[in-house]
């Protein structure tokens, strides 16, 4: 079945780089595209960027000059780096699965902590 | 981007109907496809996917919710409620990128 799970640190030093894995089964990340999308405690979420099943990248134009996407297909793996961490950028962080133009399948988070 | 609306929280009784509401700042439908998604999220979970393009049941989804609209206005309409139902609720458009979510509507027991 289709699952994703997103893996890195809980907690980020302020200004400090995020890197976070979204390991991926039950589908191919060259038939799929993936997204990371975050949530900050009780607000809605917010889309961050996609890997397209081509390879090709996009990123939401608020984010973009900090944030780079990547993926290993061999080892079914998505990657998100996003440099000089605030406070703001606390929140869950989520890989999902896109089908078309909406979300089908959901990792089930990251919670992650920017603070000294 | 495309902003999206919904009024925070909706007081419901069990058993009864609750219409849920997303108002977009410009239309979100293309020919006859309309881009707008609904998802739910239970505290401490992922958010899961309800309905797609306004109207399609997303697999292993209850008929006892159902979508519809066009334009800027969508609706997300559970009847009857149930317990399990108590959550928030999201829409989602695709019209432009970036996709963009509403703020939620938080349904609660009445």
């Known amino acids: 079945q289709v699952q994703l799970k997103e893996s890195g640190p809980g907690l980020v030093q302020p200004s400090e780089t995020l890197s976070l894995t979204c390991t991926v089964s039950g589908f191919s990340l060259t038939s799929y595209s993936v997204s990371w999308v975050r949530q900050p405690s009780g607000k809605g979420p917010e889309w961050m960027g996609r890997m397209w099943y081509d390879g090709d990248t996009a990123y939401n134009s608020a984010l973009k000059s900090r944030l780079s996407i990547s993926r290993d297909t061999s080892k079914n793996q998505v990657f998100l780096k996003m440099n000089s961490l605030q406070t703001d950028d606390t929140g869950t962080y989520y890989c999902?699965?896109?089908?078309?133009?909406?979300?089908?399948?959901w990792g089930q988070g990251v919670m992650v902590t920017v603070s000294s | 981007d495309i902003v999206l609306t919904q009024s925070p929280a909706l007081a419901v009784s069990l058993g009864q109907r609750a219409t849920i509401s997303c108002r977009a700042s410009q239309s979100v439908s293309i020919s006859r496809y309309n881009l707008m998604h609904w998802y739910q999220q239970k505290p401490g979970q992922q958010p899961k996917l309800l309905i797609y393009r306004a109207s399609n049941l997303a697999s292993g989804i209850p008929a006892r919710f159902s979508g519809s609209g066009s334009g800027t206005d969508f609706t997300l309409t559970i009847n009857p409620v149930q317990a399990d139902d108590i959550a928030t609720y999201y829409c989602q458009q695709s019209r432009e990128s970036p996709p963009t979510f509403g703020g939620g509507t938080k349904l609660e027991l009445k």
């Open positions: 999902t699965r896109d089908n078309d133009d909406y979300f089908d399948y």
